[in-house]
């Protein structure tokens, strides 16, 4: 088990920055960010590995950087260039595998607007 600790929404321009952190209770091999809109899916945004190796959606590539600091068990989301397609709220997850089957772990999550 593993507890996972968003902070770093709020409102934010169009064009403009904000890095969204997650925390976790201790180590695990892969964690990422997810996010949903009202009335939409839940949808992956990034996700990264212990060691370092990354994945983006094709909506997000060029504008978002994932990356974490393994010492501290946190990964971090700095979004560029924000959307207001990009207002959600944002999910921190991690999963790991036991026993042959994905465990999966979710943050509280944490509301990012984007509106001038």
């Known amino acids: 088990q593993v507890q996972l600790v968003e902070s770093g929404g709020g409102l934010i321009q169009p064009g403009g920055s904000l890095r969204l952190s997650c925390a976790a209770s201790?180590?695990?091999?892969?964690m990422g960010w997810y996010r949903q809109a009202p009335g939409k899916q839940r949808e992956l945004v990034a996700r990264?590995?212990?060691?370092?190796?990354?994945y983006y959606a094709d909506l997000v590539k060029g504008r978002f950087a994932i990356s974490r600091d393994n010492a501290k068990n946190t990964v971090y989301l700095q979004m560029n260039s924000l959307k207001p397609e990009d207002t959600a709220v944002y999910y921190c997850?991690?999963?790991?595998?036991?026993?042959?089957?994905?465990?999966?772990?979710w943050g509280q999550g944490t509301l990012v607007t984007v509106s001038s």
């Open positions: 201790r180590s695990i091999n892969r």
């Open positions: 990264i590995t212990d060691g370092g190796n990354s």
């Open positions: 997850n991690a999963d790991e595998i036991v026993a042959g089957t994905w465990r999966v772990y």
